[in-house]
């Protein structure tokens, strides 16, 4: 397969409001309004045309990477793209030149390869990846500032069947989670503190071990991103206290070596970000490593636009070996109307817990190019 244009876009959709991924440090860290990110829109010689996205946010607030960083490096790189023969996801990614960590940056390259390898042979790209399930049971993620009785909603009037409540180490937050478990007992419930608690602060431990006590579905990377060692010491110290929680790893997961480490210390659920893990390829190899050794995994999201982001993530949560619902909330969850630009949007199912998986050649939603037209800030085209 051979590019023969990229066009590249910084886009900016408008989700409305914040998102808080809690504070580090007294720090806030805030997504939003404004969702900066890069969308690529490759031309192949065969005719076909790929969509795929840079899910980085505007700052490094969630790991190393950023949009702004991004766009600056596809300005660099973006050329050495086009008009080369490519036989897999990696040869596209490989012709940016080496690169240390930047996964994100890569996933791009590897979903667009992916995205047009479909559309060329006419399959659907969840079948491409592996994937056998016509659809994906989700869940929703809920920002730390709501209410215990907002959730309720979720669950009650949304119908959610698996909530994940951000975090950070409060006691407050704590007795909203113990609350929500007491009113619901049926309703699978977890908490992403993405990493906002610190293994060295007893009162953190504390906290931890009561959560663990709760027993969620999970806790999701409650310590520093860069530290798998610790996460498996907090799960062997649950285990010995017949403590029941399970600890999931999120932002702690980069490549293959790292999810190695953490299934084989003993971690019991993975989330798999699509592209946090460098692209749809090496998802599908970590998912299926997880699936050999008896690791739940579920797809996280990154607050994606539903064409092409959110739809290369429900194409791999089609994947057998992916046991646990998935963080893919439909179109309408983030974006204020006509800022996520798709022709047909993203729904679930009215059970509120399902998302149906196309049969359609491709990713199974096409972009809307007047409505991408409308959030791009900048666009450069390769060649130049
Ligand atoms: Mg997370």
Redesign the pocket.
Known sequence: MKFERLETRYVVPDMGRKFSLGDVDGQARIIGPIRDMVVLHGFTSNGVEAWSAIDTVKFPIYGSESSTEAWALLQEVGETFIGKDFNSPRDAVHSLGYMINHYIFQAAFANLYLDAEAIEKGVPLYTLLGGEKEQVEIGVSIPKTATAEDIGKKITIEKFKRIKVKVGPTEEDYMKIASIKNSFPNVKLMI?A?SSFDIRNNDHIKLLNKYGELDLLMI??PLAHNDIAKHINLQNSFNQNSIPGNICL??SILTMDDLVMAVDGGIPII?IKVTRVGGLDIAKKMIEYCQNHKVDTWI?GMVELTAPGKAHSLAMAAHPGVTLPSDISGSAGYFIKNNDPYVRPMERENDGAVIKVPNTPGRGWEVDLNKMDKITKSTVVFPK
């Open positions: 992403d993405n999701e990377q999120d932002e989330n996280g």
